[in-house]
């Protein structure tokens, strides 16, 4: 683990956002609540919401950290194409929190996928990434500043 004993603490946020593609089929299915394991939306927003809490417990290394607030928006493509999941996580801390943003998109993602894959195994989920940070030392960053 990286020391962060010297390093004060300040307001941290990450955003991320990810992509799962899929037939139009599989999205009505979902919008309809259809699916036999219950409304895929929710469990994935809970999802997200529990995994950015265990994160340290997932990643090597990763500082154990109090969250003040986690977030997780699901939305359409647009296309009948599938959903993105963004995560917004915040907390005062010595560390940053881009990994609990990271992990709740991805395990939020991977629930989307469990919840549908009856009906269509062919889903992709795809860039999962960063979108914007702030606070610490690194300052303030956005995935529109690159």
């Known amino acids: ?20 593609l899929m037939q139009a089929e599989t999205l009505a299915a979902i919008y309809d609540n259809r699916l036999k394991k219950g409304d895929v939306l929710a469990t994935a927003r809970i999802a997200g919401v529990m995994a950015a809490k265990k994160t340290h417990d997932l990643i090597p290394l990763c500082h154990p950290l109090a969250l003040n607030d986690v977030q997780v ?55 999962i990434k960063v979108i914007e940070k702030a606070g610490g030392a690194s300052g303030d960053w956005s995935l529109g500043d690159t």
């Open 1 to 20: 683990m990286v020391d962060v004993s010297d390093k004060p603490v300040t307001a941290r946020t990450a955003r991320a956002r990810g992509t799962i």
């Open 73 to 127: 928006d699901i939305g359409d493509l647009g296309d009948e194409t599938g959903l993105f999941v963004e995560t917004s996580v915040r907390t005062s801390g010595k560390t940053g929190v881009e990994m609990e943003a990271l992990t709740a998109c991805s395990v939020a993602l991977l629930t989307l996928y469990d919840m549908a894959k009856a009906i269509d195994r062919h889903m992709v989920l795809g860039e």
